[in-house]
């Protein structure tokens, strides 16, 4: 039996009931022998009945310890070694679920709301902005974190679970990490506790670091933006479609132009859209596009109304939802064919002779004024060499021309000869422009013969004055291109008491061996052209006694028009300089007169009335001297500008100075207003009003020129440059663009070669999208019209921006770029924008000329209060006689090497206005062989 129950104590797991009782007998059966024992050994004489109860007690209690042991001490030293075991998985598990959570960008919680003390148990990444030296926090250690548009909104959440119960709560906020940035976290809590009552007393969750997810759905919603604002605000109709041809999508501006709503066009398909007669032309499309991905062209549509237009397709295949479809870009061109037909009519109807020339001449294309003034049949000269019509005398000059445009140089004016078919010979004034890359040239000629001719009567007219004044008797001496003299008056020597047969022959020098440098500069200004005189100055003559003289030293000109020397008149005045004064004024009138050929001048006196009248002003007016004489100055003037022009004279009336100064108004300013003919005819000019100043009083002189032709000419530039923003620009984007999305693989793979050829386009197409944008900047900034909103900028953010937009481009150049920023966070007062173009024209520059292998230097400094900008390159440097030309429109060094590096010639000139817009200068220092640097300083900005 005892067998039996020890093996069903041992058997058993745990203490036993029974075990217990058996631990409790044996220990009563042992004391009581044991104690039996003792007393018998005390007091033998004890009865022997005693002794028996004790050893039968201690031999039942012996009996019974092994029962004990199997089933206390067994169980229990099983227990305890499987405790053991369990712990050691428990550790192993904790260390395996502490090292994937502490790896990954989450961590695990628990909140203990009674202490409202919270404890990590795994993971604390520092990107949530918590030290791992302490692990334990409480509810406003995170609150404090949290940024505070999420803060109330997470703690509304949390205490609504706390109060309401649920499944737990799951919030997005962010949070400010170590470095005081904000990330976005995605916290979740549930209770994990709770009491008899149901109330949470412990919550454990999770937190997750979601900020790439949330920037890239940032990305997301703004790029959907992007491209929604793009198409629906575009200034060309977009049409998307299917191979099918089912309306997809179309925007505002397509729906403007064809007058059908959105929910019109879903129930239609493109043939819908066009006549029968565009249809085939519909179809070739189609074609094109499905087997090349993209198609140019240009095709009717048909509006609601019935009406047709004409339109400039641009079309490619694009990926929409995953799936193919045909995006079509369209452009209303139907005004722009009927200006064109008009400027046709215009460009056959100039009296002017209008032509379109090749690089070397060649005409392609003339106006039918080359018939009317040069005789020839339009089929004799259309794509003949323009030299081979010029007269051999001027074909040097007018190859000179020609190489200008083709360099570039716009605005080219020039005169030369042609030959006409009955051989006489016509002057010509040529204005020329060229478009360098598709080498053509647009120039308008003039017939000048009549003015030539008339300039050449002036000539001999002069010639013969000359003559005259050789043998008058005042102080006259003629002297040649190197001041000897070739001829003087019996007057001259007897002022200057020479003796005649000596001073013939004679250099300037000699003849007034005491005489200081003036008279020979100013002998050799009037060999340059310029005319040098004074009604009275006291002179030292030869023999030391001081006279005064008037004199008059000007050019004398050879048949050919050339410079052949000067004449200088003087005549001795010292008996009477008072009454010179009078004939002085009436000298300042007479040339005020005089000195304008072309133009009309007009002499006012000083209350605004007309006191003498040209005779360019009677052609240009239509009024005779007499009838203007002594009528206001107002008469001449579209009414319009009155209460501008006036003023000048109301002020003009009074002695005192001061307010004289205040009253000028235009006064000393070239004006464009317009002019009032005598039949009432309005016509703009340029209007420059000037004053002499008299003994007593003041006279005013107007110079008056007729600016209608300029302004014909003008406004042929500003067509043009409005034709190469809209019709050439944007065609060309739209190509780039394309080309851009068949090299990114939009419509799958192509061949190698197909591939170098596209690369090939897609960059000429971005170099020439360049050129377009560097003429229509250099245009804008020549008009006035480029806008600068003036902020605080960094220029070191500028300059690291520019740095890392050129490294692509230096690095297919093998040219490495560092920057030198002695004294960061250097801010300027400007527009970020165009100081960033100025960056990049300075560095794609240096970048270019830099050797292989070298690199480019960009240094930011402060002098003064100015911050300098510096950029080095290690290239062959700047030729001495290209210097002064560097910072011109189109301006490129004259070598194959420079010709080699590509480039329009306007970034140079393009950055200096812009850095003298920013009230700052640019410069260069060259050596050559050792490089170039480029220095910008730009004011820095102040608070005040």
Partial sequence: MVGRTAGKLASSRGPHPLGLLLFAVAAIMLTSGAAIIVLHLIHPGLELEFSEIAVTSLLAG????????????????????????AKEALRLSDER?????????????????????????????????????????????????????????SIDSIESYLAQGGQGWELEMRLRALNGNWIWILSRGRASRRDENGKVLR?????????SRVRLEERIRDSEKKFSALFHNSNDGILIIDRDWNIYEANSKFLEFTGY??????????????????????????????????????IYYLTKTGDLFLADVSASMVDVGGKQRIQSVIRDITERRRIERELDSLFKMSSDLLCIFGAKGELQRINNAWSSVLGFDLVDIIGRDMLSLVHPDDVETTMAFLSQLNHGQDGVSFENRFICKNGTVKWISWVATSMVQEQVSYGIGRDITDRKQFEQTIIESEQILRQFVEHTPAAVAMFDDKLNVLQISRRWVRDYALPREKVAGMGFSQ?????????????????????????????????????????????????????????????????????????RENEARMRGILEASVDAMVTVGATGLIESFNPAAVLMFGYTESEVLGRPVSLLISPQYHDMFEPVFDFSVQEDDKNFENGLGILGETVDMDARRSDGYEFPADISISRVKLEKGYIFSLNIRDTTERRKVERMKNEFISTVNHELRTPLTSIHASLGLVMGGAVGEISEQAHSLISMAFRNSKQLNNLINDILDIEKIEAGALEYHLLPVDLGAVVAESVESSQSFAKVRNVSIRIVENEPGIVVQGERGRLGQVVMNLLSNAIKFTRDGTEVVVGISVENTMAKLCVKDHGPGIPKDFEDRIFQKFAQADSSDSRRKGGTGLGLSIAKAIVEKHGGKIGFESTAGNGTTFCVNIPIFREN
């Fill in 62 to 85: 012996v009996m019974i310890i092994p029962l004990l042991y199997l089933r206390l001490y067994l169980p229990l030293y099983r227990v305890s070694q499987e405790g053991k075991e």
């Fill in 97 to 153: 679920l502490s090292t994937i959570v502490e790896g990954s960008d989450q961590a695990l919680w628990e909140w203990e709301i009674k202490t409202d003390s919270i404890h990590f148990l795994y993971g604390l990444p520092r990107s949530f902005g918590f030290s791992r030296d302490v692990k334990r926090f409480n509810s406003n250690d995170i609150l404090a974190r949290i940024h505070p548009e999420d803060r109330q909104r």
């Fill in 203 to 211: 919550v454990t969750g999770t937190i997750f670091d979601i900020s």
């Fill in 261 to 298: 709503t959105r929910t019109e066009l879903e129930n239609m398909q493109v043939p819908d859209l066009h006549p029968a007669h565009s249809m085939g032309e519909a179809i070739r499309a189609l074609e094109i596009i499905l087997q090349r991905g993209w198609v140019n062209f240009e």
């Fill in 511 to 583: 003849v007034f061996p005491g005489t200081d440098g003036r008279w020979l500069r100013i002998h050799e200004r009037c060999l340059k052209g310029k005319v040098e005189r004074a009604d009275e100055e006291a002179t030292v003559m030869p023999d030391g006694t001081t006279e005064y003289l008037r004199w008059e030293v000007r050019p004398w000109r050879r048949v050919d028009g050339s410079i052949g020397g000067t004449i200088m008149i003087s005549e001795v005045v010292t008996p009477s300089v008072h009454a010179r004064q009078a004939i």
